[in-house]
């Protein structure tokens, strides 16, 4: 699948004021300036689509993108950054837990990994909770620019490894880089097949 039109649609906190209409949703977590709103801006061919920076934070709210006038992608704020609250580190923003548990039209959650960093437990306890409350999920691991191509296999299965003990089957995943813009094509495929899937029903 090729992105043809992404269009920004709506910033809020209150999963009750995210869009109304019942079309497939996918959303991107992880820790803050892991690049999640850099990788909605390749996998949709644009620069600033979605608001990015150096410094950890900049994403604040739930915000909606409109995909192919079929889907929305949704950027979400990042956790666990230095500057932020000790309770903030902890714990989810509340509103965040609202839209993971309440929005029926998120199909899957997409919880993205920096590639050079170890296995954090504040990622590993998140995707325990996506399990907890039944939430599908697959892995990005993102800047695979940043480390040798033959690292990047090293890196995936030292993290697999962490993975194994709470996950059998292990999630699927997929390798990308914003910045040499590497790996949209299987994650929009995905997508894809999962959009035509939930058509047929
Ligand atoms: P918050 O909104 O703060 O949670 O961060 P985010 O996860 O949305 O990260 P963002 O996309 O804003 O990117 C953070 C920084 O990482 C920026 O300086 C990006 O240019 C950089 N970055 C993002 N993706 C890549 C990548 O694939 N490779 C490299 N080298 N840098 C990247
Ligand atoms: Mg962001």
Redesign the pocket.
């Known amino acids: 699948m090729k992105v043809a039109h992404a269009k920004f649609v709506v910033s809020n906190t209150k999963v009750d004021q995210c869009p109304k209409s019942k079309i497939p949703e996918y959303a991107f977590i ?10 909605i801006n390749m996998l949709c061919n644009q620069k600033k689509l ?10 604040q709210l739930i915000n909606h993108f409109l995909i192919n006038k079929k889907w929305h992608l949704v ?1 979400l ?2 956790y666990g ?1 230095a500057r932020a609250s000790k309770t903030e580190k902890k714990t989810f923003q509340k509103f965040i837990v609202d839209y993971f548990i309440k929005r029926k039209e998120l199909v899957s959650a997409f919880l ?1 990994i920096d590639i050079r960093h170890k296995p954090q437990p504040i990622d590993l306890d998140f995707l325990r909770w996506l399990g907890e409350n039944l939430i599908p999920f697959s892995i990005i691991f ?5 480390i040798k191509e033959k690292e990047i296999e090293i890196k995936v299965s030292e993290y697999l490894d962490a993975l194994m003990k709470d996950w059998d089957p292990l999630p699927k995943y997929f390798i ?5 813009r590497l790996g949209s094509e299987p994650l929009l495929n995905y997508i894809q097949e999962i959009n035509q899937s939930i058509e047929k029903l």
Do not use: F, H, I, Q
């Open positions: 992880g820790r803050s300036n892991v690049g999640k709103s850099s990788l979605a608001k990015t920076s150096s410094k950890p934070g900049k994403t950027d704020p990042g950054y993205l993102t800047k695979a620019d940043k990308t880089s914003s910045e040499k």
